[in-house]
C-alpha cells in the first residue's frame, strides 16, 4: 500500500526567505506525483505536475524535484509572501490505478 | 464554467437521512473523481470515472455510498442512511483524461450530520 507523508506538519518562516518543503512515498512505482496547496475552506489548488520521467518542473517562483528512487519530492518556494500560507500537499498516482493518493500535508505560514 | 463546481456548498443533515452531492466537471473532462476529507485527517479517495463508467469504486467506505455520472458529465455522489462518521467535506475533482492529467479540484461539498 502507499503511502505518502510529509515533514513537517507545520512550517513558519519569515517573508522573503526560501524553503523547501519535503514529500516521501514508499511505492516507488509512480506514474506522477502532483503538488496542490489547500486554503482554509477552499478545494485545491494544483500548483505543479511531475510525470515520472521527469526530474523537476518549475513555475514562477516554485520549484519542484522528483527522485523516484529514493521515493522523494521536494517543493522549493523562492522569495516567500503572506499570500504563499497555505497547506501544501503532495500526492501521487502510481501505475496501473488512476486514484491520487495524497500526503498528510504541510501547513505553511509566512509572517510578515 | 471555468472550473469544477460543486453543490450545495454546505449541507447540514440528520443522522439517518440521505444526501446527494452534485460535482459538474470542466467541460470536455472525460476523467471525474470523487475524495473525502475528514476533520484533522487527510484527503481519501472514493471513486473514479471513465465517462460515465465507473472501474474503481474501491474507496467507497459502505454500500450506504453510491456514485452515478451522466452525459459525460454531471456527477451525484449519494450517502443513503448518514451516519455521523460521514460528517466531512467532499471534494470533486476532473481531468481531461486520465493519469497524466492534471485534476482540478471544486471547492468541496462540506457535510454535517447532527
Known amino acids: 500500500k502507499q503511502e505518502v507523508t510529509q515533514i513537517p506538519a507545520a512550517l513558519s518562516v519569515p517573508e522573503g526567505e526560501n524553503l523547501v518543503l519535503n514529500c516521501s512515498f514508499t511505492?516507488?512505482?509512480?506514474?506522477?506525483l502532483q503538488w496542490f496547496r489547500q486554503d482554509p475552506g477552499k478545494g485545491l489548488t494544483s500548483l505543479l505536475l511531475?510525470?515520472?520521467?521527469?526530474r523537476e518542473q518549475t513555475s514562477g517562483r516554485l520549484n519542484a524535484s522528483l527522485d523516484k528512487s529514493s521515493g522523494r519530492s521536494t517543493l522549493y518556494i523562492a522569495a516567500s509572501q503572506p499570500g504563499d500560507s497555505a497547506t501544501y500537499l503532495c500526492?501521487?498516482?502510481?501505475?496501473?490505478?488512476?486514484?491520487?493518493?495524497f500526503g498528510t500535508g504541510t501547513r505553511l505560514t509566512i509572517i510578515p | 464554467g471555468a472550473g469544477v463546481s460543486q453543490s450545495p456548498s454546505n449541507k447540514v443533515t440528520e443522522k439517518g437521512k440521505d444526501v446527494e452531492l452534485r460535482c459538474d466537471p470542466i467541460?470536455?473532462?472525460?476523467?471525474l473523481y470523487w475524495y473525502r476529507q475528514r476533520l484533522g485527517q487527510g484527503l481519501e479517495f472514493l471513486i473514479y470515472?471513465?465517462?460515465?463508467?465507473?472501474?474503481?469504486k474501491s474507496g467507497l467506505p459502505s454500500d450506504r455510498f453510491s456514485a452515478e455520472r451522466t452525459g459525460e458529465s454531471v456527477s451525484t455522489l449519494t450517502i443513503q442512511r448518514t451516519q455521523q462518521e460521514d460528517s466531512a467535506v467532499y471534494l470533486c475533482?476532473?481531468?481531461?483524461?486520465?493519469?497524466?492529467?492534471?485534476?482540478?479540484f471544486g471547492p468541496g461539498t462540506r457535510l454535517t450530520v447532527l
Open positions: 475533482a476532473s481531468s481531461l483524461a486520465r493519469l497524466s492529467d492534471t485534476q482540478y
Open positions: 511505492d516507488s512505482a509512480i506514474y506522477n
Open positions: 511531475i510525470q515520472s520521467s521527469q
Open positions: 500526492a501521487v498516482v502510481l501505475f496501473g490505478n488512476e486514484k491520487l493518493t
Open positions: 467541460s470536455g473532462h472525460t476523467a
Open positions: 470515472f471513465q465517462g460515465n463508467s465507473a472501474p474503481d
